[in-house]
């Protein structure tokens, strides 16, 4: 009888840490926005580097959406591209991808949308080309993630229309001169997912400004922030369109999802505990987790992140 309750014993333990590991599957790919002050922190140290790197392994992120451009007087891509070597080469060693995060409100950069600040935007990009191309294959960016948003400008409730051109008229520049390099890592940009109800002749073609931005770019990742998966109001809803329309050309959409606190309770997770995100996660991946668009799910970011767990 004692050998048959250890057997019995032996066979529930398996079973409930199945279980449990089953249940710590992360519910999608994950990448996360990594924002001037973290990066630039990995940068100077590599300690914190190293924290970085295995919070992001635990927490089962796969993508960096690391910022490449000045922050506080320094633009490391540019005077010291050594140190963006050092910390990619550690993180691919790790299984990471890097993408480079570029736009950014330390230096305004939701003014690039307007024809005046055109220059601006192709330095960015190129900055981060020329590293690319001349760093070797392990130390090389993977993509590029933009977060320029016209919305946030002074001028938007007057001149919306106006300014979504020139994101999409920025948006065309700055995929032309990635063409000329000859350099084919994915760029995509982080956009609200309200656009796919705001229609919008250009180049000649009339259609949500969402489409037109999906036909530009060759991923992108929608701000869908909702702490919810389910109803009208969830994260499914908010996605749909560009997923469908994602499916359609052939283009991924990443699912944003916000950690940091926020005065409209349904934005955020923040007030909700891990779990309950990685429940709702889990909700909207068995509604559009099978869809050749679904890219995984994106976070808003990595220092809020930490913050909400209780890890600073």
């Known amino acids: 009888m004692r050998r048959l309750a250890r057997a019995v014993l032996t066979v ?83 299984g990471l991808k890097v993408h480079a995060l570029l736009g950014s409100g330390y230096l305004h950069t939701e003014r690039y949308v307007l024809p005046a600040h055109r220059t601006e935007a192709v330095a960015m990009l190129q900055r981060v080309l020329d590293y690319n191309g001349q760093a070797a294959p392990d130390e090389r960016f993977d993509g590029i993630n933009l977060d320029i948003e016209p919305h946030i400008l002074a001028e938007w409730s007057s001149r919306k229309m106006e300014l979504l051109a020139g994101f999409l008229d920025m948006s065309d520049a700055l995929m032309r001169v990635k063409a000329r390099s000859g350099q084919t890592l994915p760029m995509g940009p982080a956009i609200p997912f309200w656009l796919d109800g705001i229609q919008l002749d250009w180049q000649g073609r009339r259609k949500p400004v ?43 959409v990443m699912i944003g999802i916000e950690t940091s606190p926020n005065e409209i309770r349904k934005v955020s997770f923040h007030h909700l505990g891990e779990a309950a995100m990685e429940r709702e996660l889990a909700a909207a991946s068995r509604s559009v987790g099978g869809m050749a668009s679904f890219g995984g799910y994106v976070i808003h970011h990595y220092a809020a992140y930490r913050r909400w767990l209780g890890l600073d």
């Open 210 to 252: 969402s489409q037109h931005v999906q036909d530009i770019y060759d991923y992108v990742a929608l701000m869908d922030y909702r702490d919810h998966a389910d109803g009208g109001d969830g994260l499914v809803s908010h996605a749909l369109d560009e997923l469908h329309y994602g499916a359609t050309i052939g283009r991924p």
């Open 12 to 94: 529930l333990l398996a079973s409930a840490l199945a279980n449990a590991a089953g249940a710590a599957e992360p519910a999608g790919p994950r990448a996360i926005w990594t924002w001037e002050g973290e990066s630039y922190a990995m940068l100077d140290s590599e300690g914190a580097a190293a924290q970085g790197i295995a919070f992001l392994k635990s927490k089962s992120v796969g993508t960096v959406y690391l910022y490449a451009d000045a922050w506080r007087g320094r633009n490391l891509i540019a005077s010291d591209p050594a140190r963006y070597r050092r910390l990619l080469r550690r993180m691919h060693a790790a």
